[in-house]
């Protein structure tokens, strides 16, 4: 899901940032929900599973949680950028506020860890459907690669 689709069903970006993981887990439950919304929001019709799994989502994403994560590049914190348009709450990409690194500048290659921007890194298709992000010095794992 994206974290508008979230939004929708849940409005978990309306209010203050999250602190941490457990403020993301203790605001995605059937309890919590129930005593936000009036009968008939779609907050309603999610179940306890549901909920989880979209905490899931946003505690990875780090989607409106106040402390970012670890900057791939530097020893800064990422966080989502966020700006309001008609009264809605939008979010855009993760961003380092310490070097500037946005999510399509790159990230560590999957093998060694040494950070490859975007328009350098390598890799072939894997047989799940993703994609090997490696940096020049380190060889594919699949036949075809570059
Ligand atoms: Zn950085
Ligand atoms: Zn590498």
């Known amino acids: ?44 019709a999610l179940t306890e599973a549901q909920l989880a799994s979209m905490a899931d989502e946003v505690i990875e994403n780090r989607w409106h949680m106040a402390k970012g994560a670890d900057c791939p590049r530097c020893e800064g914190t990422v966080s989502q950028q966020t700006w309001t348009s008609g009264g809605r709450t939008i979010h855009g990409g993760m961003e380092c506020e310490a070097c500037d690194w946005t999510e399509t500048d790159g990230r560590p290659c999957d093998k060694c860890g040494v950070y490859v921007p975007a328009d350098e890194y390598t890799g072939a298709d894997r047989p799940d459907g993703t994609t090997e992000y490696l940096c020049p010095d380190c060889p594919t794992d699949y036949p075809g690669g570059e």
Not at 10 to 20: M, N, Q, R, V
Not at 27 to 44: H, I, K, R
Request: hydrophobic share 40%.
């Open 1 to 44: 899901m994206t974290s508008e689709q979230i939004n929708d069903a849940t409005a978990y970006a309306e209010g203050s940032l999250f602190d941490d993981a457990d403020d993301v887990r203790g605001y995605f439950t059937v309890a919590n929900m129930a005593a936000m919304f009036e009968p008939g929001d779609p907050g309603l």
